[in-house]
């Protein structure tokens, strides 16, 4: 079973609040100094995931990504969890592609790839949460897709999804090739070992850039972005508390309830 | 961290890898197993990742990585659970380090194997209840007799006897010799006439045993005899000059851990309307520990690389230990004065580290032991 995972490298959100800074002039994100950026959180589900299949069904996993050098490190992490290839997308020609663009520049790495039975994604990425890529990927690519898996079962051809639902689960047979996505219930994403960091260390990572997968440029890049980012900012969160004063506790319920319905909170 | 430009990709990936694990597995349970619960999940855990015979070659089952990658491991580990680095230290430098470098290829297959892959834990038995520095005039007595080792004596203060499945254990031929009577064994600490008494209840490092081992008659058959025979105090002092490149990561990751916390302290805690962190006389104090904490880094990263380049480092690795673990003493007080009050209480948790840094100054050599070495070196 050879399986395509596709991963992006984020900043790391696990860090106080305070530290998180946004440059509002270049309506950026400023990366905080001496945090080493992370893999997007649903991506290590996914990459766990592609290696239990790989465990019980043989075959091959390979990793892409569309990011700048410092994107090597991520690559080289999931090598060492258990990968087998990757294959580093990067080009000046790639900057500030929107998902639509993103998933194009994958989209023409895979067909460069030729054949596979799976690509594999996370549900949605930690730092936009726009969930789109994948989606996008599959549409370029014009393959069944199925998003947000909670359980992943291979009978023979085909695959047996459990989604997850907001109010409950769907379950789905898709045949292969396809492309999925993982969500947070679907494993627990293991460590690296010793092993296999040596391994991943000794590990060549080949860079394509638009050329080599036959991307039109003008469709890829900030030029081709359909979408535009217009404000970005810090929210500015304050707490007040506020006490319900009450003679019986059914009396204070009800007084909270009225209270949080006038600020829309329920 | 000023030292990322001078490790390999390889040496970052496995600290990095180190500090992952000891986030998620090692912190939730640190204050846990500091009250004196064994570590017995994470030590499954560490086995699994290829941590518990770190530098021992892949052929013997360890994870095969250089000195400085697992020196900057055991860094990772110190910087948030004292009593599981202890664990780690006593496995990798003072038994499997010592069984690779000093076994024979038998000796490495039956011993060193289940050791490196985490299927067996180890101890080093150096001290002995009336000797401690002065390791040459050990007590404990090895006599040949029919076609065996014949051992009798007393090894006190040893880290995971607790736990162990084996110890490196040191005992005499013949004391007039001193030093080069001295032989090095590896004894199963099921044999019958080997006897483990309760921990010793201790200042600090709770999830790691510290107990007396009495040996009365333990029968150790000829291939346990780790290298030759008179042979012991070398490799017991070898063992301690890499040890100490352990001792000085841990110390410089206790370092670290309370630097953040004192730093994420000082931010939050308001005195006289005003953070803590505005007052020079606090800001002096993480000042200090962040330079020292780089100072001892890049210390035991120089041992670290003389080791690993074949060199001789045992001036430099006692540099370091002295250094790194009187810094760290010095910062666990500190850690706990930022946070006042709080500092003392065992919710907050410095002062952990605090009583963990004493014992850095204490075990693989005296902090005033490993200064006459220093001097030695440099008067030789
Ligand atoms: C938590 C912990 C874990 C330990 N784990 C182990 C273990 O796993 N295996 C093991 O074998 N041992 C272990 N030890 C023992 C440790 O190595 C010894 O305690 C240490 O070597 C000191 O020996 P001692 O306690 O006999 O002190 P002594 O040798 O009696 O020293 C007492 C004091 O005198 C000083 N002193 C002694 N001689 C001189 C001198 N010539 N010049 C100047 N000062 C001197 C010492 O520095 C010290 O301050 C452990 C100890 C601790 C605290």
Not at chain 2, 287 to 316: C, H, N, P, V, W
Not at chain 2, 329 to 351: K, L
């Amino acid at each position: 079973m050879d399986i395509i995972v596709c991963i992006k490298q984020v900043l790391d959100h696990d860090i106080p609040p305070r530290d998180f800074k946004v440059d509002e002039e270049k309506r950026a994100v400023v990366p905080p100094a001496n945090v080493p950026p992370i893999i997007s959180n649903f991506d290590e589900y996914a990459i766990e995931e592609a290696i239990t299949l790989k465990e019980a069904n043989g075959g091959k996993i390979t990793l892409l990504t569309v990011g700048d050098e410092s994107s090597r490190d991520s690559l080289k992490k999931c090598l060492a969890m258990g990968c087998d290839e990757a294959i580093l997308l990067n080009d000046s020609a790639f900057e500030g592609s929107d998902s639509f663009g993103i998933a194009r520049i994958l989209a023409g790495a895979i067909k460069k790839i030729g054949s596979f039975d799976i690509i594999l994604c996370g549900r949605l990425s930690s730092d936009w949460s726009f969930g789109t890529t994948a989606l996008a990927l599959a549409e370029a690519l014009d393959l069944p897709s199925v998003s947000q898996l909670q359980k992943l079962e291979a009978n023979g051809d085909t695959l047996r999804c459990e989604r997850v639902l907001e109010d409950g689960e769907e379950i789905v047979e898709v045949s292969m090739p396809c492309l999925l996505t993982a969500s947070n219930e679907i494993n627990t994403p293991r460590l690296p070992s010793v092993k296999g960091i040596l391994m991943a260390s000794r590990k060549q990572i080949p860079v394509w850039g638009a050329g080599d997968i036959g991307v039109d440029t003008s469709q890829v890049g900030a030029g081709a972005a359909t979408l535009e980012l217009t404000k970005l900012y810090k929210p500015d969160y304050s707490t007040l508390c506020e006490f319900i004063e009450a003679d019986s506790l059914e009396e204070a319920a009800e007084k909270l309830a009225t209270r949080l319905r006038e600020d829309k909170i329920i | 961290m000023f030292s990322e430009d001078i490790l390999t990709e390889e040496q970052r990936m496995v600290r990095d890898m180190v500090r992952g694990f000891s986030r998620k597995e090692l912190a939730p349970r640190a204050a846990e197993t500091d009250l004196g619960s064994f570590p017995e999940d994470a030590a499954k855990k560490m086995a699994e990742l290829g941590l518990m015979g770190i530098a021992v070659p892949a052929e013997y089952g360890g994870g095969g990585v250089d000195p400085v990658s697992a020196a900057l491991a055991m860094e990772e580990i110190s910087a948030v659970c004292p009593s599981t680095s202890v664990i780690f230290a006593v496995q990798n430098s003072l038994v499997c380090d010592p069984i690779f470098a000093f076994g024979s290829e038998i000796q490495k297959k039956e011993f060193l194997r289940p050791l490196a892959s985490g299927e067996k834990l180890g101890c080093f038995g150096l001290t002995e209840p009336s000797v401690g520095s002065d390791a040459a005039s050990l007590q404990t007595t090895a006599i040949r007799s029919e076609g065996h080792w014949r051992l009798e004596g007393a090894k006190r203060f040893i880290s995971n006897s607790g736990e162990a499945d084996l110890c490196l254990l040191f005992a005499t031929t013949d004391k007039s010799l001193r030093h080069k009577g001295v032989s090095a064994f590896i004894v199963d600490m099921n044999s019958p006439g080997i006897e483990v008494a309760k921990p010793e209840r201790k200042l600090g490092l709770g999830g790691s045993s510290v107990c007396e081992i009495r040996i009365e008659g333990a029968e150790v058959p000829p291939e346990c005899l780790l290298g030759s025979e008179g042979q012991g105090f070398e490799i017991a002092m070898k063992t301690l000059d890499a040890g100490r490149i352990g001792v000085a990561a841990q110390a410089t990751g206790f370092i670290r851990a309370c630097l953040a916390a004192s730093v994420a302290y000082a931010r939050e805690r308001e005195t006289f309307g005003r953070p803590i962190s505005d007052y020079q006389a606090i800001q002096w104090k993480v000042a200090d520990m962040a330079t020292e904490i780089e100072a001892a880094r890049l210390l035991y990263l120089k041992a670290a690389r003389l080791k690993q380049k074949g060199l001789s480092f045992s001036g430099e690795a006692a540099m370091a230990k002295v250094f790194a673990s009187d810094a760290a003493q010095r910062a666990g007080s500190e850690a706990v004065q930022v946070h006042g009050g709080n500092g003392y209480m065992r919710d907050y948790p410095v002062e952990k580290f605090y009583r963990a840094a004493k014992a850095a100054q204490i075990y693989e050599g005296t902090n005033e032991i490993l200064r006459e070495v220093i001097a030695k070196h440099l008067m030789e």
